[in-house]
Protein backbone atom coordinates (compact mmCIF):
# COMPACT_ATOMS: atom_id res chain seq x y z
CA UNK A 1 0.00 0.00 0.00
CA UNK A 2 1.09 3.41 -0.85
CA UNK A 3 1.69 5.56 2.39
CA UNK A 4 1.42 8.99 3.14
CA UNK A 5 2.88 11.35 5.35
CA UNK A 6 1.48 14.26 6.26
CA UNK A 7 3.19 17.02 8.21
CA UNK A 8 2.54 19.26 10.47
CA UNK A 9 0.16 17.24 13.09
CA UNK A 10 -0.91 20.01 13.97
CA UNK A 11 -0.50 23.68 13.31
CA UNK A 12 -1.60 27.44 15.35
CA UNK A 13 -1.83 30.07 12.74
CA UNK A 14 -3.64 33.70 13.20
CA UNK A 15 -6.21 34.98 10.90
CA UNK A 16 -4.45 36.73 7.95
CA UNK A 17 -1.84 34.35 7.93
CA UNK A 18 0.06 32.10 5.07
CA UNK A 19 0.29 28.63 5.97
CA UNK A 20 1.53 25.47 4.22
CA UNK A 21 0.42 21.52 4.23
CA UNK A 22 2.91 18.95 3.15
CA UNK A 23 2.27 15.46 1.95
CA UNK A 24 5.02 12.94 0.83
CA UNK A 25 3.68 9.56 -0.75
CA UNK A 26 5.58 6.34 -0.17
CA UNK A 27 5.93 5.86 -3.98
CA UNK A 28 5.27 7.78 -7.16
CA UNK A 29 1.55 8.91 -7.75
CA UNK A 30 1.90 11.52 -10.21
CA UNK A 31 -0.75 13.78 -9.45
CA UNK A 32 -3.47 11.70 -8.05
CA UNK A 33 -3.89 13.22 -4.83
CA UNK A 34 -6.66 15.32 -3.25
CA UNK A 35 -6.89 17.89 -0.56
CA UNK A 36 -10.21 17.83 2.27
CA UNK A 37 -10.90 19.88 4.56
CA UNK A 38 -13.06 18.48 7.63
CA UNK A 39 -14.85 20.58 10.41
CA UNK A 40 -15.66 18.80 13.93
CA UNK A 41 -18.81 16.79 13.50
CA UNK A 42 -18.86 17.25 10.06
CA UNK A 43 -18.50 15.24 6.83
CA UNK A 44 -14.78 15.81 4.43
CA UNK A 45 -15.37 18.75 2.09
CA UNK A 46 -12.98 18.61 -1.05
CA UNK A 47 -11.20 21.76 -1.55
CA UNK A 48 -8.73 20.38 -4.38
CA UNK A 49 -8.21 17.39 -6.73
CA UNK A 50 -5.44 16.30 -9.44
CA UNK A 51 -2.72 17.85 -7.18
CA UNK A 52 -3.67 21.42 -8.18
CA UNK A 53 -7.02 21.68 -9.57
CA UNK A 54 -9.87 24.15 -6.96
CA UNK A 55 -13.12 21.98 -6.70
CA UNK A 56 -15.67 24.66 -7.82
CA UNK A 57 -17.57 26.94 -5.06
CA UNK A 58 -13.92 26.94 -3.24
CA UNK A 59 -12.20 29.75 -2.38
CA UNK A 60 -9.56 30.73 -4.51
CA UNK A 61 -7.09 31.26 -1.16
CA UNK A 62 -6.90 27.60 -1.58
CA UNK A 63 -4.27 26.10 -3.92
CA UNK A 64 -2.42 22.78 -3.86
CA UNK A 65 0.66 22.11 -5.77
CA UNK A 66 2.96 19.13 -6.67
CA UNK A 67 3.18 15.86 -8.53
CA UNK A 68 5.32 12.05 -7.92
CA UNK A 69 5.86 12.01 -4.36
CA UNK A 70 5.90 15.41 -2.78
CA UNK A 71 2.79 18.13 -2.45
CA UNK A 72 1.67 20.81 -0.78
CA UNK A 73 -1.76 22.68 0.04
CA UNK A 74 -1.33 26.55 0.69
CA UNK A 75 -3.71 28.69 2.27
CA UNK A 76 -2.99 32.19 1.17
CA UNK A 77 -4.23 34.45 3.52
CA UNK A 78 -6.90 32.58 6.76
CA UNK A 79 -10.27 32.82 7.70
CA UNK A 80 -11.93 32.21 11.07
CA UNK A 81 -13.85 29.54 8.74
CA UNK A 82 -10.71 27.51 8.13
CA UNK A 83 -9.89 26.35 10.97
CA UNK A 84 -10.13 22.97 10.68
CA UNK A 85 -8.81 19.59 10.19
CA UNK A 86 -7.07 18.81 6.50
CA UNK A 87 -6.57 15.34 4.86
CA UNK A 88 -4.74 14.61 1.58
CA UNK A 89 -5.57 11.39 -0.01
CA UNK A 90 -3.64 9.45 -3.16
CA UNK A 91 -6.09 7.93 -5.16
CA UNK A 92 -3.69 6.97 -7.98
CA UNK A 93 -3.80 2.95 -6.52
CA UNK A 94 -6.07 0.58 -4.58
CA UNK A 95 -6.12 0.32 -1.63
CA UNK A 96 -6.65 4.38 -1.75
CA UNK A 97 -5.35 6.25 1.44
CA UNK A 98 -5.21 9.01 3.52
CA UNK A 99 -2.85 11.29 5.41
CA UNK A 100 -2.96 11.53 9.18
CA UNK A 101 -4.32 14.89 9.06
CA UNK A 102 -3.15 18.38 10.17
CA UNK A 103 -5.21 19.98 12.76
CA UNK A 104 -5.27 24.00 11.87
CA UNK A 105 -5.89 26.01 15.24
CA UNK A 106 -6.02 29.47 16.02
CA UNK A 107 -3.54 31.01 17.78
CA UNK B 1 -29.65 18.32 -5.49
CA UNK B 2 -26.99 15.93 -5.38
CA UNK B 3 -27.17 14.10 -1.90
CA UNK B 4 -26.10 10.79 -0.15
CA UNK B 5 -27.69 9.45 3.01
CA UNK B 6 -26.49 6.97 5.18
CA UNK B 7 -28.54 4.91 7.51
CA UNK B 8 -28.03 1.53 9.26
CA UNK B 9 -25.45 2.15 12.04
CA UNK B 10 -25.66 1.09 16.25
CA UNK B 11 -24.91 -0.99 18.68
CA UNK B 12 -23.63 -4.55 17.41
CA UNK B 13 -21.70 -7.23 19.79
CA UNK B 14 -18.36 -8.53 18.67
CA UNK B 15 -18.45 -10.60 16.35
CA UNK B 16 -22.07 -9.57 15.27
CA UNK B 17 -23.41 -8.27 11.90
CA UNK B 18 -24.30 -5.20 10.72
CA UNK B 19 -25.64 -3.60 7.07
CA UNK B 20 -24.81 -0.17 5.90
CA UNK B 21 -27.16 1.66 3.61
CA UNK B 22 -26.18 5.05 1.36
CA UNK B 23 -29.12 6.43 -0.62
CA UNK B 24 -27.91 8.62 -3.47
CA UNK B 25 -29.94 11.61 -5.64
CA UNK B 26 -29.62 14.00 -7.67
CA UNK B 27 -26.92 12.13 -10.12
CA UNK B 28 -26.57 9.47 -12.37
CA UNK B 29 -25.79 6.63 -9.54
CA UNK B 30 -24.97 3.76 -11.80
CA UNK B 31 -22.39 5.87 -13.39
CA UNK B 32 -20.00 6.42 -10.64
CA UNK B 33 -18.10 4.59 -8.58
CA UNK B 34 -18.82 4.33 -5.01
CA UNK B 35 -16.94 3.93 -1.58
CA UNK B 36 -17.20 3.75 2.52
CA UNK B 37 -14.92 5.49 4.45
CA UNK B 38 -14.77 5.60 8.36
CA UNK B 39 -13.64 7.84 10.86
CA UNK B 40 -13.10 6.08 14.40
CA UNK B 41 -13.40 9.44 16.97
CA UNK B 42 -10.70 11.50 17.47
CA UNK B 43 -8.72 10.13 14.78
CA UNK B 44 -7.99 9.85 11.05
CA UNK B 45 -9.66 9.28 7.64
CA UNK B 46 -9.66 5.61 6.53
CA UNK B 47 -10.76 4.29 3.41
CA UNK B 48 -13.26 0.75 3.47
CA UNK B 49 -14.61 -0.33 0.65
CA UNK B 50 -14.90 0.87 -3.11
CA UNK B 51 -17.22 -0.42 -5.75
CA UNK B 52 -17.03 0.25 -9.15
CA UNK B 53 -19.85 0.39 -11.95
CA UNK B 54 -19.07 -2.43 -13.31
CA UNK B 55 -19.42 -3.87 -9.72
CA UNK B 56 -15.80 -4.68 -8.62
CA UNK B 57 -14.90 -3.92 -5.69
CA UNK B 58 -11.69 -3.31 -3.66
CA UNK B 59 -10.98 -3.56 0.10
CA UNK B 60 -7.70 -2.79 2.19
CA UNK B 61 -6.55 -5.45 3.93
CA UNK B 62 -7.74 -4.47 7.53
CA UNK B 63 -11.60 -5.66 6.57
CA UNK B 64 -11.02 -7.68 3.59
CA UNK B 65 -12.86 -11.25 4.16
CA UNK B 66 -15.03 -9.77 6.85
CA UNK B 67 -16.85 -6.77 4.93
CA UNK B 68 -18.72 -6.41 1.96
CA UNK B 69 -19.76 -3.82 -0.56
CA UNK B 70 -22.60 -3.98 -2.96
CA UNK B 71 -24.75 -1.39 -4.90
CA UNK B 72 -28.54 -1.93 -6.73
CA UNK B 73 -28.57 0.67 -9.18
CA UNK B 74 -32.53 0.88 -9.66
CA UNK B 75 -32.72 1.48 -6.21
CA UNK B 76 -30.08 4.15 -6.26
CA UNK B 77 -28.47 2.00 -3.22
CA UNK B 78 -25.05 1.60 -1.88
CA UNK B 79 -24.46 -1.04 1.04
CA UNK B 80 -22.01 -2.05 3.31
CA UNK B 81 -22.22 -5.77 4.88
CA UNK B 82 -20.33 -5.90 7.98
CA UNK B 83 -19.29 -9.30 9.93
CA UNK B 84 -17.25 -10.56 12.71
CA UNK B 85 -17.17 -6.95 13.73
CA UNK B 86 -14.61 -5.89 16.39
CA UNK B 87 -14.02 -3.01 18.31
CA UNK B 88 -11.92 -1.58 16.22
CA UNK B 89 -14.19 -1.98 13.95
CA UNK B 90 -16.13 1.06 15.95
CA UNK B 91 -16.75 4.40 13.73
CA UNK B 92 -18.85 7.20 11.72
CA UNK B 93 -19.13 5.63 8.39
CA UNK B 94 -19.35 7.50 5.45
CA UNK B 95 -20.69 6.96 1.79
CA UNK B 96 -18.49 9.29 -0.79
CA UNK B 97 -19.08 9.19 -4.40
CA UNK B 98 -15.70 8.55 -6.75
CA UNK B 99 -15.64 9.06 -10.16
CA UNK B 100 -17.46 8.38 -13.45
CA UNK B 101 -14.03 7.83 -15.46
CA UNK B 102 -14.63 3.87 -15.85
CA UNK B 103 -10.56 3.43 -16.38
CA UNK B 104 -9.90 5.84 -13.64
CA UNK B 105 -10.28 6.51 -10.20
CA UNK B 106 -11.00 9.91 -8.88
CA UNK B 107 -11.06 12.02 -5.65
CA UNK B 108 -14.35 12.13 -3.52
CA UNK B 109 -16.28 14.88 -4.31
CA UNK B 110 -19.76 14.28 -2.34
CA UNK B 111 -20.15 13.02 0.91
CA UNK B 112 -22.81 11.93 2.94
CA UNK B 113 -23.37 12.78 6.63
CA UNK B 114 -22.15 9.76 8.39
CA UNK B 115 -23.37 6.80 10.20
CA UNK B 116 -22.36 5.76 13.71
CA UNK B 117 -21.43 2.10 14.26
CA UNK B 118 -20.28 1.12 17.84
CA UNK B 119 -19.58 -2.54 18.31
CA UNK B 120 -19.58 -3.33 22.64
CA UNK B 121 -20.52 -6.02 24.32
Known amino acids: AIRITQSPSSLSASTGDRVTITCRAS??????LAWYQQKPGKAPKLLIYAASTLQSGVPSRFSGSGSGTDFTLTISCLQSEDFATYYCQQYYSYPITFGQGTRLEIK | EVQLVESGGGLVQPGGSLRLSCAASGFTFSSYDMHWVRQATGKGLEWVSA???????YYPGSVKGRFTISRENAKNSLYLQMNSLRAGDTAVYYC???????????????WGQGTMVTVSS
Open chain 2, 96 to 110: ARGGDNWNDLDAFDI
Open chain 1, 27 to 32: QGISSY
Open chain 2, 51 to 57: IGTAGDT
